[in-house]
C-alpha cells in the first residue's frame, strides 16, 4: 500500500462520518412540519388499554380462584390435609402471579380515562394482596383473609364492568403461573 492510500482512506472515513452527523436540525423540523411522529407519555401511548385491563384481570381473577380462594374453601391448606404442601406452594406461586396481573390491570387502565377513575381507587385494595399471598403461601391465611382477596378480585371486576370493560376469570395454566 502506498504512502498516498494509508493516509487517503481514513480522511475520506473521518469526512464520511462527520457528515452523516450534518443536517439533523433541519431533518427533526421537517418531521415536525409533515407530521411525523411526536413524543407522547405512556398513557396516551398504550394502545387497547382496556382490552389489556380485561386480560390481565381476568388471568390475574382466574389464577387466584383456582389456586388460592378455592382450594383454600376446600381446606387444602389446613394441617394435615393430602397435598396440602402442593397446595401450599401454588397457592403462593398464584397469588403472586395474581399480583403482579392485577398490578398490570391498573397500569393498562391509566391508558383509558373511564377505566383509568373506576379503577383508581382499587390500587390500595391491590397491594394489600401481597401481604395476603404470604399469608396464604405460609399457611397462616384466615377466613377473613380469603374474603378479603376475593372482595378485592370483586372488586376489581365491577370496576371494569362499570367502565365498559367486563372482566371474566381466564384459569392460567400451571406453567403459565411458574413462568410468572
Given at each position: 500500500?502506498?504512502?498516498?492510500?494509508a493516509?487517503?482512506?481514513?480522511?475520506?472515513?473521518?469526512?464520511?462520518?462527520?457528515?452523516?452527523?450534518?443536517?439533523?436540525?433541519?431533518?427533526k423540523?421537517?418531521?415536525?412540519?409533515?407530521?411525523g411522529?411526536?413524543?407522547?407519555?405512556?398513557?396516551?401511548?398504550?394502545?387497547?388499554?382496556?382490552?389489556?385491563?380485561?386480560?390481565?384481570?381476568?388471568?390475574?381473577?382466574?389464577?387466584?380462584?383456582?389456586?388460592?380462594?378455592k382450594?383454600?374453601?376446600?381446606?387444602?391448606?389446613?394441617?394435615?390435609?393430602?397435598?396440602?404442601?402442593?397446595?401450599?406452594?401454588?397457592a403462593?406461586?398464584?397469588?403472586?402471579?395474581?399480583?403482579?396481573?392485577?398490578?398490570?390491570?391498573?397500569?393498562?387502565?391509566?391508558?383509558?380515562?373511564?377505566?383509568?377513575?373506576a379503577?383508581?381507587?382499587?390500587?390500595?385494595?391491590?397491594?394489600?394482596?401481597?401481604?395476603?399471598?404470604?399469608?396464604f403461601r405460609?399457611?397462616?391465611?384466615?377466613?377473613?383473609d380469603?374474603?378479603?382477596?376475593?372482595?378485592?378480585?370483586?372488586?376489581?371486576?365491577?370496576?371494569?364492568?362499570?367502565?365498559?370493560?367486563?372482566?371474566?376469570?381466564?384459569?392460567?395454566?400451571?406453567?403459565?403461573?411458574?413462568?410468572?
Open positions: 500500500m502506498s504512502r498516498r492510500a493516509i487517503t482512506v481514513p480522511l475520506v472515513c473521518a469526512l464520511l462520518l462527520t457528515g452523516a452527523g450534518c443536517g439533523g436540525k433541519e431533518k423540523k421537517e418531521a415536525e412540519n409533515t407530521g411522529p411526536t413524543p407522547t407519555n405512556s398513557v396516551e401511548r398504550q394502545k387497547f388499554a382496556k382490552t389489556r385491563f380485561v386480560t390481565n384481570a381476568g388471568l390475574a381473577a382466574g389464577a387466584a380462584y383456582q389456586w388460592v380462594i382450594p383454600y374453601r376446600n381446606g387444602a391448606f389446613k394441617k394435615g390435609a393430602d397435598g396440602r404442601t402442593v397446595a401450599l406452594v401454588k403462593g406461586l398464584a397469588g403472586t402471579f395474581s399480583y403482579n396481573r392485577f398490578k398490570a390491570a391498573v397500569n393498562n387502565a391509566k391508558g383509558d380515562p373511564t377505566l383509568a377513575k379503577v383508581a381507587p382499587l390500587s390500595a385494595g391491590i397491594d394489600s394482596l401481597k401481604g395476603l399471598t404470604t399469608k405460609k399457611g397462616d391465611a384466615t377466613d377473613n380469603a374474603n378479603a382477596y376475593d372482595k378485592v378480585i370483586n372488586n376489581v371486576k365491577d370496576a371494569g364492568k362499570g367502565a365498559g370493560a367486563p372482566v371474566t376469570d381466564q384459569v392460567p395454566s400451571y406453567s403459565d403461573i411458574q413462568k410468572g
